[in-house]
């Protein structure tokens, strides 16, 4: 069982940064995957970007490559996700997920994941 509870989803400016954390409870490994996603109104979930708790190994989608960066700070079972040159198209409620894989390589948004947070909300000014 994970508990995931997100935090810092606020008001950004087009072109400026935010930085989503997700802090993780209950029983936590190596094997963790965690996950960020998000949804805009009428448009389907979409995986933002993972990490692996063991190698930290990362993936990202494309329409946020050199823009956003996971990390994580695993003394404090905290992910990060910095938000760098926002867009108008980044303002989304934003979830973190997690589930548990074997190795890094199987740790990316196109699986499936166990565990949700409540999501945080993002919205940038244009």
């Known amino acids: 069982q994970v508990q995931l509870v997100e935090s810092g989803g606020g008001s950004g400016q087009t072109g400026g940064s935010l930085r989503l954390s997700c802090e993780a409870s209950?029983?936590?490994?190596?094997?963790?995957?965690v996950a960020w996603f998000r949804k805009r109104p009428g448009k389907e979930r979409e995986g933002v970007a993972s990490i692996y708790r063991d190698d930290g190994s990362t993936y990202y989608a494309n329409s946020v490559k050199g823009r956003f960066t996971i990390s994580q700070n695993n003394a404090k079972n905290k992910v990060y996700l910095q938000m760098d040159n926002l867009k108008p198209e980044d303002a989304a409620e934003y979830y973190c997920?997690?589930?548990?894989?074997?190795?890094?390589?199987?740790?990316?948004?196109?699986?499936?994941?166990?565990?949700w947070g409540q999501g945080t909300r993002v919205t940038v000014a244009s």
């Open positions: 997920a997690a589930d548990r894989r074997s190795s890094g390589g199987y740790c990316y948004t196109g699986s499936g994941f166990t565990y």
């Open positions: 209950g029983y936590i490994d190596g094997t963790l995957c």
